[in-house]
């Protein structure tokens, strides 16, 4: 290309960018630097990918819909939503010639299995889990020991401003568990734990406390040495997993190992290894979806360990106290007088929401005290960041 | 498709898995359940991914080839390197009709300025960072506030095991860098420091310390805002930037303000936050690639703050020390007083080697007190972690 050529190019490409300037800026959930996914003023969302060869790419967000790209110039595939996008996290997926892959502009999170793409859209709501000009907690890596697994396990462990400091102060825990084809790095990543936490502290909306994340997938048995027996026989899994497939975190079997893992493993380590009170009017287990129904049995198991039970638009759908959990909801007014808190919250435009209404209205009928939050809202992160800002306040005040 | 045929296809598929049980296994950088990559037994490494309508896929792994992937069954593809892959950690990209994207099997690394997929084959040396059952360090992600930067940044700091139980210990700094395109989580989730350090630690070949890493890609300038007058203009970057691009981590203007960063906002952070030993004898600072450029400079800058310089196969090429630095370097008594210790270390396959080597000649002949340490390897995170391990043990020693 001639030189005067390319400053003519140069020039229409400077034009175009200052006027995208003011209309559409990045994803705040791109890496640093990326240009797109970008978001344009009327909050539709435009997607950019370079693909010289293909015969067809789409963008597809499960909880938004697909968007089919049309190839431009030099390579790169264009597409913009046909309508604007609500507030909210999206998880998605580009698909070229029936290749399933992330966006590489994308920052990755894990859901579905996978370390993958996601678009961020930010919204009125926002400013609850934006990074504020407060006093910031940390959120440490961590492995532990895991007796009843006999493996290192990796967890993630919020500590709120003052931990370091304020060195003889003891801290209630809260136990928070993500969805299906999510682990424990899902609640900070997608969930915007740690903002949220500092942002609810620095209001004086919550107290201050210890939020631990495990990763609630656990597969069905510990591998056994392919020297003693082989694994069950089989396929391989597919290359890119269903939502949910190859986690088994509902199945009974592996349930009862997620169990074991938190109350034999994880309580006593956090216990031993942080300041925290350790009692049980000073811990909380809650869960999303999948980590929901783990919260409602680990916590109802246990309730030595737990005094509050959070479900956030839980996989516990037309819950039958008379019989559910081997009777432990049985004797309502034994239950309301060990429980302070069982929190419940679902989105109205939830897939759940019925089973989970039935589950409400089975535990008023059986005079089981809880608090039944509805809100607007799907299956989604949004809805899940906001009913963590509902439920904490409400944690540790008695 | 007739059952019975299912049940043949099943018990051949079946038949080729319990074969294929014995020769390979699931390379350990895959997510959790993804059967590829594969390793086999003669250590080369198979890819297999779905693409139901593409003509061409490769995988390519920049520091060891490309492999071209055949269509099989099912719109799955599958691929073989021609040679074993040494030992070590590799970035890859899979490539298909000219889109360049992540393994979905593979959990993901920041490298290349992007978080893209990587292939770890283990061998003799992963024994140096593997997970083994002793005393485990935390690591935190934690933001602070940069006043040069008027931002809030995010750093990683590793914690030694007895950090928190240890309420009245202080602890020795080694400041910590990566290399061009990758950022603050790479020495921890490529690097394998933790696991590393607490190794050491197990083995008495360090004294207890504290590791920082922070973001040494500092874009350009601080945006100015919209309203005030437009950013520079320019075409939209590239959806994939090349390794480097769009960091400038190398360019003076933006090596001032990393310099800034850490000796200005950074140090004084850790110290006030962290149970440190706050003086120049209990910090060290290295770094690999541009990272080493990076260490040197702001060593050379701060020898008030530090008293250890280590550079991983440095981008420090030819270096004149009668010139170099503003003449910081020009008195080698004065240096050699200075500083308890210069380390750089370089594989012998790197392209950096003639160059480096140069520099370490003429740190020789200028007098200047380093220790040289040549080892086989190229420009990779494998040869970083085993000098971590030569590095680390000399440290805080006096």
Redesign the interface.
């Known amino acids: 290309m001639r030189r005067g050529l390319q400053l003519v190019v ?1 020039f229409l ?6 006027q ?3 209309a559409s800026k990045p994803a705040p959930s791109n ?6 996914p970008r978001i344009n003023a009327d909050q539709t969302v435009t997607f ?10 789409t963008v597809n967000l499960p909880d938004f819909g697909t968007v089919t790209l049309a190839k431009g110039d030099g ?2 595939w264009l597409g913009t939503t046909s309508k604007p996008v609500p507030p909210g996290f999206y998880y998605y997926t ?1 698909n ?13 999170y ?1 859901g579905y ?4 793409s996601a678009l961020e859209v930010p919204g009125p709501d926002s400013a609850l889990w934006a ?1 504020r ?1 407060v006093p ?1 907690g ?8 895991s007796k009843s697994r006999s493996e ?1 396990r990796r967890i993630r ?1 919020y500590t709120p401003p003052d931990y ?2 304020n ?1 003889r102060a003891r801290y209630p825990v809260l136990y928070l568990q993500h969805g299906a084809g999510e ?1 424990e790095t899902s609640w ?1 990543n997608q969930g915007d734990e740690a903002y949220l936490l500092d942002n609810l502290l620095a209001d004086k909306r919550i107290r201050p406390m210890i939020v631990v994340n495990e990763n609630g ?1 656990v ?1 069905a048995a510990v591998a056994t040495p ?1 020297t003693v027996a ?2 069950p ?9 269903a939502r949910g497939a ?1 986690g088994g975190g509902m199945a009974g079997n592996t349930f009862a190992e997620f169990d074991a893992i938190v109350s034999k493993d994880l309580v006593p380590f956090i216990d031993a ?2 300041r925290t009170v350790a009692n049980r009017s000073s811990r909380a287990i809650a869960g999303l979806s999948m980590g929901g129904a783990q919260a409602m049995r680990l916590g109802l198991n246990h309730l030595d360990l737990f005094s509050y039970i959070g479900l956030f638009s839980p996989a516990v759908g037309n819950l039958d106290p008379s019989t559910a959990y081997d009777g432990r909801l049985k004797d309502a007014a034994a239950i309301n007088k060990q429980l302070k808190l069982l929190w419940i919250g679902i989105g109205t435009e939830d897939r759940l929401y019925g089973g989970v209404k039935t589950t409400h209205e089975n535990l008023a009928k059986a005079g089981i005290t809880h608090v039944w939050h509805e809100a607007p809202g799907a299956h989604v992160w949004q809805v899940w960041r906001k009913f963590l800002t509902e439920f904490a306040p409400l944690l540790f005040r008695s």
């Open positions: 140069a490409a400077a034009a175009t960018f200052l995208a300037q003011d890496v640093q630097g990326a240009a797109y950019r990918l370079r693909a010289d060869n293909a015969q067809a790419v390579g790169f580009v070229v010639d029936g290749f399933t892959a992330n966006d590489l502009g994308s920052q990755t894990y299995n996978r370390y993958g990074p000009d910031h940390a959120v440490r890596e961590q492995y532990y020991f290192w462990v370091d400091t060195a682990n900070t997938v597969p392919a082989p694994a026989a089989g396929p391989p899994p597919p290359a890119t997993p190859g290894n942080f």
